[in-house]
């Protein structure tokens, strides 16, 4: 079975609710309507501003009831809200608007998971020979310290166990072990103090056993790549995904209290699909 197969058939045990704030763009009328028809969810749109929605940023977030009713006005709030009150189990967003207004409501209206310092995003790239790597962070963060890049890559681990059953962590540099210095490579190396795993290491180091037998790093079959910053990582990915072919999905959110997929502006209905089903199937 293949890591969409997985996924697919998780998110049919499930048949959430999902809300898409932007349900009237033709990519996600057509994701929807796939959705629904093969049973991997229930998309729904935007409800009327609720009792319990405005209870949710009231209480919760410590907001006068005018504001709430304000924010709620605005369609990603109002979509986190509903998954924050329980009138939906996840959202899905970011055809048209930009990551940081969905990480913003996310922020607001859901709030981080428990021991969650710091909410980053992966993708999860389904590649030509069969494999699924998880990439992170290559949408959010755009320069984290040595403590975020830490907190990004326990949280990448914990995605990795979800989806791929295993978590074989690598936090990249441009210098593998102590063969390289500066402010960088600096970071790295202590980001891997703090959570033992392997880095820093040079991306074929971590992907070639024999690289890293020579190199004296790791095992070389990591399956989550953390990247030291949002220069590095989204290159990265989208080099992988234009010059190998890979299907790239996400940036899927990690951090939050419940679900939250925000998508690439250029997805496809495609793309929107398995994306929401991966979400999914994280929960």
Do not use: W
């Not at 998971?113 to 069969?130: I, N, R």
């Not at 326990?154 to 072990?177: D, N």
Request: contains cysteine; glycine residues 8%.
């Amino acid at each position: 079975m293949t890591f969409l197969e997985r996924a697919f058939d998780r998110a049919r045990a499930r048949r959430a609710r999902v809300v898409f704030p932007e349900l009237e763009e033709p990519r996600m009328a057509a994701a929807c309507d796939r959705l629904r028809a093969e049973g991997l969810a229930t998309p729904i749109g935007l409800i009327p501003t609720s009792d319990a929605m405005i209870a949710t940023l009231v209480e919760a977030r410590g907001m006068k009831e005018s504001l709430a009713r304000r924010m709620l006005d605005r369609p990603l709030y109002r979509a986190a809200a509903m998954v924050a009150a329980g009138e939906a189990e996840a959202m899905v967003a970011g055809a048209d608007a930009p990551t940081r207004r969905v990480i913003e409501a996310a922020s607001i209206a859901i709030g981080l998971a428990e021991g969650v310092s710091l909410p980053s995003s992966f993708f999860a790239m389904l590649m030509p020979d069969g494999r699924t790597l998880i990439f992170a962070d290559c949408a959010v963060n755009l320069s984290p310290d040595a403590e975020g890049l830490a907190a990004i890559a326990r949280a990448s681990e914990r995605t990795a166990q979800a989806l791929l059953g295993e978590a074989r962590v690598a936090l990249l540099s441009f210098s593998t072990g102590a063969s390289g210095a500066g402010d960088s490579v600096d970071k790295v190396r202590a980001a891997a103090e703090m959570t033992g795993f392997a880095g820093p290491v040079q991306a074929d180091a971590a992907l070639n056993p024999r690289i890293a037998t020579k190199k004296g790093m790791g095992t070389g079959d990591a399956n989550v790549l953390v990247f030291p910053d949002l220069d590095s990582g989204n290159i990265g990915y989208k080099l992988v995904q234009e010059l190998a072919g890979a299907q790239a999905l996400g940036p899927i959110l990690q951090g939050f209290r419940k679900p939250v997929c925000d998508l690439s502006r250029g997805a496809t209905a495609e793309d929107i699909v398995a994306a929401t089903a991966v979400t999914l199937a994280l929960d």
